[in-house]
């Protein structure tokens, strides 16, 4: 013990000099500590040793580090300012040195059989962040000189608990950052709604260790809350329980558009007891461009476990979680529209195809053969023929502005048409003019079709053809392949417009040709197209195959020619090769 007061003096000064020399080691808080601990121990043989850290919000002081104390009961004390030694000091901002414990009336006892006890406030910047508290089980343990070097101490003490905590503030603000910056990167990147309710709860974890966690979204008439995905102690779990909007403390934060923070959830009557185990909750509603869309729910066990940090950082991610649930959610209904969409598409190719001749007339004096390939599921290219009295057969070859569905029931609607008017046995230019009034009485705006028509007389051997934009049909005479000088106006744009015929008569091995433009068009990596002299080419060099044979060849050549690239226009090919 102390002797002199030069001695003291001295004693003083390597303490000092010691405890600076500890405290400017270290930035981190629990290493601090525990050096603060084992410095103070050296000065004073305490047994029971403690610091708490005020919560301004709550003003109540918390253990931060303690030695001698039952960790349960650590874990549980809260003590206000005011209340007990330690309380008494912060309020009061000065050393409480208490010789007999038992004679204290408002004493908080943490540790049996404590007799005296001795608390320092710590201050730095004229405010009073924490306390250091020692106890002993013999009555006046602490003497006034204990009192005073730790006075001396604390509040050097303090500072370096405050910069610590600063750091700390600092250094976990920045690894939150990153960890929201990653969190937000992999959330947006997940389009499939269950896999992305189990990343979140998975990414939720690293920056709040909860202990229960749901995500509730409101349903499509936003009257309830839906519960989506919950986690019990770190088990998935069905929670069927539906909440009606603006009921409970996640109802609260939906209907109030803010985050809902409750420290004791007992003592809160908006809380429904879903979970008997359940002290504490964090609602964070989820906010879409000013759309709810839903709640983030999160629970302990703890009282006050959750604090204005997780709200801030929650908040934060909120946001990102809404904007990945909302791209989720639209994906997949639009993937949902798109499965629709592909089950009616394939519908209407059946249907479309269905309405394509199933075979080809059989003639005594010629042979037929087409084929079809369309650009996409279902195409705007049609064929057929129309039923004529022998031994007359019409061939019909047509092409609908446009792609897909559209083309698609516009040359239904065209084939109709066609049909319509072949109980008439119309000549070639009457049946064009005929489909041309009907479309022209029913008008769609961009809407038109190239077509030709055939008139092939199986006893005459003549060929009469009239057209009306399709790419003019090839004839092919011994070896030799020419256009069909036909044109005219595409159906459906000019009423007024006229068709002439063109009539020729055929030879035994003449060979007729009908296409669409897709063929032609055909093009390659080089952006090269098929042409029309290749088409005409492959006509006379499989002239003498069978019709059938001749139209697989073009096929065949185009398909060669494009180098597998993409069909992008419908493709349409009917023969007829005289006996």
Same mark, same amino acid.
């Given at each position: 013990?102390?002797?002199?007061?030069?001695?003291?003096?001295?004693?003083?000064?390597?303490?000092?000099? #010691?405890?600076?020399?500890?405290?400017?080691?270290?930035?981190?808080?629990?290493?601090?500590?525990?050096?603060?601990?084992?410095?103070?121990?050296?000065?004073?043989?305490?047994?029971?040793?403690?610091?708490?850290?005020?919560?301004?919000?709550?003003?109540?002081?918390?253990?931060?580090?303690?030695?001698?104390?039952?960790?349960?009961?650590?874990?549980?004390?809260?003590?206000?300012?005011?209340?007990?030694?330690?309380?008494?000091?912060?309020?009061?901002?000065?050393?409480?040195?208490?010789?007999?414990?038992?004679?204290?009336?408002?004493?908080?006892?943490?540790?049996?059989?404590?007799?005296?006890?001795?608390? !320092?406030?710590?201050?730095?910047?004229?405010?009073?962040?924490?306390?250091?508290?020692?106890?002993?089980? #013999?009555? +006046?343990?602490?003497?006034?000189?204990?009192?005073?070097?730790?006075?001396?101490?604390?509040?050097?003490?303090?500072?370096?608990?405050?910069?610590?905590?600063?750091?700390?503030?600092?250094?976990?603000?920045?690894?939150?950052?990153?960890?929201?910056? #990653?969190? +937000?990167?992999?959330?947006?990147?997940?389009?499939?709604?269950?896999?992305?309710?189990?990343?979140? &709860?998975?990414?939720?974890?690293?920056?709040?260790?909860?202990?229960?966690?749901?995500?509730?979204?409101?349903?499509?008439?936003?009257?309830?809350?839906?519960?989506?995905?919950?986690?019990?102690?770190?088990?998935?779990?069905?929670?069927?329980?539906?909440?009606?909007? $603006?009921? =409970?403390?996640?109802?609260? @934060?939906?209907?109030?558009?803010?985050?809902?923070?409750?420290?004791?959830?007992?003592?809160?009557?908006?809380?429904?007891?879903?979970?008997?185990?359940?002290?504490?909750?964090?609602?964070?509603?989820?906010?879409?461009?000013?759309?709810?869309? $839903?709640?983030?729910?999160?629970?302990?066990?703890?009282?006050?476990?959750?604090? #204005?940090?997780?709200?801030?950082?929650?908040?934060?991610? @909120?946001?990102?979680?809404?904007?990945?649930?909302?791209?989720?959610?639209?994906?997949?209904?639009?993937?949902?529209?798109?499965?629709?969409?592909?089950?009616?598409?394939?519908?209407?190719?059946?249907?479309?195809?269905?309405?394509?001749?199933?075979?080809?007339?059989?003639?005594?004096?010629?042979?037929?053969?087409?084929?079809?390939?369309?650009?996409?599921?279902?195409?705007?290219?049609?064929?057929?023929?129309?039923?004529?009295?022998?031994?007359?057969?019409?061939?019909?070859?047509?092409? !609908?502005?446009?792609?897909?569905?559209?083309?698609?029931?516009? =040359?239904?609607?065209?084939?109709?048409?066609?049909?319509?008017?072949?109980?008439?046995?119309?000549?070639?230019?009457?049946?064009?003019?005929?489909?041309?009034?009907?479309?022209?009485?029913?008008?769609?705006?961009?809407?038109? !079709?190239?077509?030709?028509?055939?008139?092939?007389?199986?006893?005459?051997?003549?060929?009469?053809?009239?057209?009306?934009?399709?790419?003019?049909?090839?004839?092919?005479?011994?070896?030799?392949?020419?256009?069909?000088?036909?044109?005219?106006?595409?159906?459906?744009?000019?009423?007024?417009?006229?068709?002439?015929?063109?009539?020729?008569?055929?030879?035994?091995?003449?060979?007729?040709?009908?296409?669409?433009? $897709?063929?032609?068009?055909?093009?390659?990596?080089?952006?090269?197209?098929?042409?029309?002299?290749?088409?005409?080419?492959?006509?006379?060099?499989? @002239?003498?195959?069978?019709?059938?044979?001749?139209?697989?060849?073009?096929?065949?050549?185009?398909? &060669?020619?494009?180098?597998?690239?993409?069909?992008?226009?419908?493709?349409? !090919?009917?023969?007829?090769?005289?006996?």
């Amino acid at each position: 013990m102390v002797t002199s007061s030069q001695t003291q003096r001295v004693d003083v000064e390597a303490l000092l000099i #010691e405890v600076a020399d500890v405290l400017n080691t270290t930035l981190d808080l629990d290493t601090l500590l525990q050096r603060v601990a084992e410095v103070v121990k050296r000065v004073i043989d305490y047994e029971i040793f403690s610091i708490l850290l005020l919560n301004e919000r709550a003003q109540e002081l918390r253990f931060r580090f303690q030695i001698g104390h039952l960790p349960e009961v650590v874990e549980r004390i809260r003590v206000k300012v005011g209340e007990g030694v330690t309380g008494r000091a912060v309020k009061e901002r000065r050393t409480v040195l208490v010789d007999d414990v038992s004679k204290e009336t408002h004493y908080i006892e943490a540790v049996p059989r404590v007799r005296s006890e001795l608390a !320092v406030p710590l201050i730095t910047k004229n405010k009073v962040i924490g306390v250091i508290d020692l106890e002993a089980r #013999e009555p +006046s343990y602490f003497k006034d000189e204990h009192a005073r070097l730790l006075a001396i101490i604390g509040s050097r003490i303090a500072v370096s608990i405050e910069n610590a905590r600063l750091y700390t503030r600092v250094a976990r603000q920045a690894r939150t950052l990153e960890l929201l910056t #990653e969190i +937000s990167r992999e959330l947006t990147s997940i389009l499939n709604l269950d896999q992305l309710f189990k990343r979140i &709860t998975d990414l939720v974890v690293k920056l709040i260790d909860y202990q229960m966690f749901s995500i509730l979204l409101l349903d499509e008439k936003k009257e309830k809350l839906v519960h989506r995905f919950s986690v019990r102690f770190k088990e998935n779990v069905q929670i069927k329980h539906d909440i009606p909007c $603006g009921s =409970g403390l996640v109802g609260a @934060a939906v209907t109030e558009r803010r985050t809902i923070l409750v420290p004791d959830v007992s003592k809160d009557h908006r809380y429904i007891k879903v979970n008997p185990e359940t002290r504490s909750e964090l609602c964070v509603p989820l906010i879409y461009k000013d759309n709810v869309l $839903g709640v983030l729910d999160l629970e302990h066990t703890r009282r006050g476990y959750f604090n #204005e940090d997780h709200v801030r950082v929650m908040s934060t991610l @909120a946001a990102q979680i809404a904007i990945a649930i909302e791209n989720a959610t639209l994906y997949e209904k639009l993937a949902g529209e798109e499965r629709r969409l592909e089950r009616d598409l394939a519908m209407a190719r059946e249907v479309q195809l269905h309405l394509l001749p199933p075979t080809c007339p059989s003639l005594p004096n010629a042979e037929l053969a087409a084929r079809y390939n369309p650009a996409h599921a279902i195409g705007g290219d049609m064929y057929d023929f129309p039923d004529y009295k022998f031994p007359r057969t019409c061939i019909t070859v047509g092409d !609908v502005s446009g792609k897909g569905a559209p083309a698609a029931l516009y =040359g239904a609607l065209v084939s109709g048409i066609i049909r319509s008017l072949a109980h008439q046995e119309p000549s070639p230019a009457q049946l064009l003019s005929g489909v041309n009034r009907a479309l022209n009485q029913r008008r769609l705006d961009a809407n038109y !079709v190239v077509l030709c028509c055939a008139l092939w007389d199986d006893a005459k051997k003549t060929m009469c053809v009239a057209n009306s934009g399709l790419p003019r049909p090839i004839h092919c005479r011994n070896g030799h392949a020419h256009m069909i000088e036909s044109a005219g106006l595409p159906l459906g744009m000019f009423e007024d417009a006229a068709y002439d015929e063109t009539t020729i008569h055929a030879h035994p091995g003449d060979v007729f040709v009908f296409l669409s433009d $897709g063929i032609i068009d055909s093009s390659n990596a080089r952006d090269e197209q098929f042409g029309r002299a290749r088409v005409e080419h492959v006509i006379v060099k499989n @002239a003498t195959g069978t019709a059938q044979q001749i139209v697989d060849a073009i096929f065949d050549a185009a398909n &060669t020619f494009s180098e597998g690239m993409e069909v992008f226009d419908d493709q349409t !090919v009917v023969v007829l090769k005289v006996k």
